[in-house]
């Protein structure tokens, strides 16, 4: 058991061999045995998860600005297409992050409560509250979470 208050700020990446699955728009986006996670403290782990495990084909360069990231630096967003099916900037990733982490170049994250399910070692993900956060909740790490309106503090 994690407990999320003892993640580190500045948030640490730490690569991961769960077996992540998630399913969109009745498709499976990715599944993989290899991740990175980045942990920081009161938020759930954002797993990042390498490009060539996604189904890239269901990804389209989304329009709108970029985002900023303290510690990550730019990001670019893509919406999720299957046929007629658009999900609106659902998943991100950082091509030329800073230095600290350099190694989620070009990895993609997503907002587990826009797919249709997420999966850790085969436990249905619960989506980090707040439409900003993209933690992925599992049995393996304890709370409060940074966006549940039960700890405001937190928010």
Same mark, same amino acid.
């Given at each position: 058991?994690?407990?999320?208050? +003892?993640? #580190?700020?500045?948030?640490?990446? +730490?690569?991961?061999?769960?077996?992540?699955?998630?399913?969109?728009?009745?498709?499976?986006?990715?599944?993989?045995?290899? &991740?990175?996670?980045?942990?920081?403290?009161?938020? #759930?782990?954002?797993?990042?998860?390498?490009?060539?495990?996604?189904?890239?084909?269901?990804?389209?360069?989304?329009?709108?600005?970029? &985002?900023?990231?303290?510690?990550?630096?730019?990001? &670019?967003?893509? +919406?999720?297409?299957?046929?007629?099916?658009?999900?609106?900037?659902?998943?991100?990733?950082?091509?030329? #992050? &800073?230095?600290?982490?350099?190694?989620?170049?070009?990895?993609?994250?997503?907002?587990?409560?826009?797919? +249709? !399910?997420?999966?850790?070692? !085969?436990?249905?993900?619960?989506?980090?509250?707040?439409?900003?956060?993209? !933690?992925?909740?599992?049995?393996?790490?304890?709370?409060?979470?940074?966006?549940?309106?039960?700890?405001?503090?937190?928010?």
């Amino acid at each position: 058991m994690e407990r999320v208050r +003892d993640y #580190p700020r500045p948030p640490r990446l +730490d690569a991961c061999q769960d077996q992540i699955r998630v399913e969109v728009l009745g498709e499976v986006l990715v599944e993989t045995q290899r &991740s990175l996670r980045v942990l920081e403290t009161f938020h #759930p782990p954002t797993y990042y998860l390498p490009p060539e495990a996604m189904n890239q084909g269901l990804l389209v360069p989304a329009p709108g600005r970029p &985002s900023f990231c303290e510690w990550k630096g730019v990001a &670019s967003y893509y +919406d999720v297409v299957a046929g007629e099916q658009r999900i609106n900037r659902a998943v991100w990733t950082y091509n030329h #992050p &800073s230095e600290r982490f350099r190694e989620l170049a070009g990895w993609f994250a997503l907002y587990p409560g826009q797919m +249709d !399910g997420c999966w850790v070692n !085969g436990e249905r993900v619960i989506p980090q509250q707040g439409e900003f956060y993209g !933690g992925w909740i599992t049995s393996q790490v304890e709370g409060p979470f940074k966006g549940d309106p039960n700890h405001p503090e937190l928010i």
